[in-house]
């Protein structure tokens, strides 16, 4: 495209943006640069990759198998304890779901045109981990082959489900939240899945992405209905991503057991996931960016706000780590004070401070901008963030059982090796997953970039909207 | 009658008809956004209804240039919605309190406030999947035949290349003056599309 005349000068420099897209890229470039990594051969390097989390995802099957074949017995629960890892694996998993549904509804209402280029790759992160997450309520029910059970589904038992449990709840809502992210997903991809069908060269990958780009000619009839339909899934997201984790928080906050029976578990529940969320989208994708080439489209300035996000959000679970010990003082009821001095000096404390340094106080060197803008320093950071998320949940949910009204059945848990192996064969599924998407799935929005571009704004040839044309066209019309 | 209506719904769909001669319509390649724009507005200035612009990306002021409404998605994500809380309501309800009630600690069969999460999430989930598939219903999607393929350059519009087609069952179609409109406008290319129903053309 030749960008001869434009109008976005005379600013003070102190008062412009940074580009959303570095480097001068024309459309067609951002085509080219995301489309060709699904089009050109598969590197040895994918295939080294994807050998690894296949491995991992073997061992996830392998301990699933074994599960069923023996019972929870293999896991490291007792009696208090009886929700361990699957439950803290679950709401972990959910949680990194939920940037992706931020970045692509949240941060789309409030107009933050950045999200353009990580909305794809952190909305199929979403997808993935949602997955991940809805294995471990399924496989923990003890008795699989009734796990159907959750469903409302007509039977000869003439049973149905109890809609008054927060546990059911979390069924619909997990679910609900992983079909609308799938379809919200695919509606994003019909346009690039149309720029790869009309740049497809065989026959048979022609035919494929014909199937799934529904016949997209990019037409403004369409666009029309497209954006309204966009727009109002976004609008629709954005409550539905906050209920979700509410609705897991519900899991324990309407039990009552000291330390989970609070009001304050939705919206830190909330904050915490969506920074956990962050801090994996962060992770993969500073490898993915510099791996694709991709460092102009996924510039440092993106990362730099998903920090200040990470900032923002860890500080937030922060205060509600504090407010949590200062209501249990203030309630005055001895069993959450107890609760609450056990979890930091108990025998816990350990998994309590790693929680804390990892979520409160390492997060705050996100304040100065040197370390913000910093690669090395944000991938570790990033890890570190996971890390704390995990461990918040195994506080959460292992020292408030641990020490239940009872002293006589107060007990130490520790989880198994299948525990452990189930949990990190988990993340094979979700590398597995995500290595498929960066190999066949135009991993940014091409049509969304495109869109942010100054190009593509019609202000920007000096007509359109009121104006009249100004210029002669250039070129001499011709006629086949 | 009939036959208009279902004509003038197609159109809104971009689907378009052709003539005796198979002539689909005339498509114009213009150079960017805002040459596309300004076409439009020519287009339709002129009195043209039926005619539709491609672009790689939605471009801000097209809907004003085209003379197009709002769209009606809406009403397909409200419908979706209430049919959704509604599902949520009925089957809470008569599975609890009518078919299989069952005593948990003594609270009542039905009330609406243990059921107010699930109703929540079956309305966002039927609204959400009303307000897609209504778009692509109003989009007359999926439609993997369009004649509009049959043009090599066509291939661009998913690109960087931006396409007015004007359809030639509009009442003021005509190849040489739609074709001397769409040149004045500054159209880099003009050609005429036809739609004879052949079979892809192997790559």
């Not at chain 1, 005379?10 to 480097?23: C, I, K, R, S």
């Not at chain 1, 923990?140 to 489900?161: D, F, S, T």
């Not at chain 2, 009658?1 to 719904?9: C, P, Q, R, S």
Request: glycine share 8%; hydrophobic share 50%.
């Amino acid at each position: 495209m030749s960008t001869d005349t434009g109008t976005a000068s005379g600013t003070h420099p102190a008062l412009q943006e940074e580009p959303l897209v570095a480097g001068n890229l024309s459309f067609h470039d951002i085509t080219e640069l995301v489309s060709r990594h699904t089009e050109k051969r598969t590197p040895l390097a994918w295939f080294g990759a994807f050998a690894i989390a296949n491995i991992l995802l073997l061992t996830l099957l392998v301990c699933i198998a074994y599960l069923f074949w023996n019972g929870t017995g293999v896991w490291g629960l007792n009696n208090p304890v009886g929700w361990g890892y699957a439950i803290v694996n679950f709401v972990f998993w959910v949680g990194i779901g939920h940037a992706g549904t931020l970045i692509s509804a949240i941060l789309f209402l409030f107009r933050q045109q950045w999200r353009t280029a990580i909305n794809r790759s952190a909305e199929a992160m979403t997808l993935f981990a949602v997955m991940c997450a809805l294995i471990f309520p399924g496989i923990h029910v003890g008795r699989v082959w009734a796990a159907y059970w959750m469903l409302p589904i007509p039977n000869q038992m003439e049973m149905w489900p109890q809609f008054k449990s927060p546990l059911l709840w979390d069924v619909f809502a997990v679910s609900v939240y992983f079909t609308v992210s799938l379809v919200f997903w695919y509606v994003g991809l019909v346009p690039d899945l149309a720029t790869l069908r009309d740049r497809a060269t065989k026959k048979l990958r022609r035919r494929v992405l014909g199937f799934f780009s529904m016949g997209w000619t990019g037409a403004n009839r369409h666009w029309r209905n497209y954006e309204k339909a966009y727009l109002l899934l976004a609008a629709l997201a954005t409550p539905l991503v906050l209920s979700v984790h509410s609705v897991v928080s519900f899991d324990f906050a309407v039990s009552i057991v000291p330390g989970w029976h609070t009001t304050i578990f939705p919206p830190y529940f909330v904050a915490g996931a969506i920074f956990s969320g962050f801090a994996m989208v962060v992770t993969l994708l500073v490898i993915a960016r510099k791996v694709y080439g991709i460092e102009d489209i996924i510039t440092i300035s993106h990362l730099e706000k998903m920090n200040i996000i990470i900032l923002l959000t860890g500080t937030m679970v922060g205060f509600a780590y504090i407010t949590e010990f200062f209501i249990a003082w203030y309630s005055g009821v001895q069993y959450e004070v107890f609760a609450f001095k056990n979890r930091a000096f108990g025998p816990y404390a350990w998994a309590y401070w790693t929680m804390m340094s990892c979520n409160l106080i390492f997060p705050q060197l996100f304040w100065i901008k040197r370390l913000r803008r910093s690669i090395p320093f944000m991938f570790v950071l990033s890890i570190l963030v996971n890390i704390g998320m995990w461990f918040e949940r195994f506080v959460i949910t292992v020292t408030s059982l641990h020490r239940d009204y009872l002293p006589s059945s107060w007990d130490y848990y520790t989880p198994t090796a299948i525990d452990v192996l189930t949990f990190v064969g988990s993340f094979g599924l979700f590398f597995t997953m995500f290595l498929l998407f960066l190999r066949f799935v135009p991993m940014v929005a091409i049509s969304e970039v495109k869109a942010v571009l100054p190009e593509a704004d019609p202000h920007f040839y000096g007509h359109g909207d009121g104006q009249t044309g100004a210029h002669p066209p250039t070129l001499t019309p011709t006629v086949d | 009658m009939l036959k208009d209506l279902a004509e003038h719904v197609k159109a809104s769909m971009s689907i378009f008809g052709r003539d005796d001669t198979d002539l689909y319509g005339l498509l114009a390649e213009f150079k960017n956004p805002g040459e596309l724009v300004h076409a439009a507005e020519g287009v339709h200035t002129a009195g043209y209804r039926r005619f539709d612009t491609h672009s790689p990306f939605p471009i801000h002021g097209m809907d004003k240039a085209m003379g197009l409404g709002n769209s009606k998605v809406g009403v397909f994500a409200l419908g979706g919605g209430l049919t959704g809380l509604a599902t949520g309501y009925l089957l809470q309800w008569w599975t609890g309190a009518i078919d299989y009630p069952l005593n948990i600690s003594g609270k009542p069969a039905f009330a609406v406030e243990p059921s107010i999460p699930v109703m929540f999430e079956l309305t966002i989930l039927f609204a959400a999947l009303g307000a897609v598939v209504g778009m692509f219903a109003m989009n007359g999607l999926p439609r993997p035949y369009n004649p509009l393929f049959y043009s090599r350059r066509f291939a661009q519009a998913s690109d960087d290349a931006f396409f007015l087609h004007v359809a030639s069952n509009d009442k003021y179609f005509d190849v040489e003056q739609t074709g001397d409109l769409l040149r004045s406008l500054g159209a880099v290319h003009v050609e005429p599309i036809f739609d004879r129903e052949e079979a892809d053309e192997d790559l």
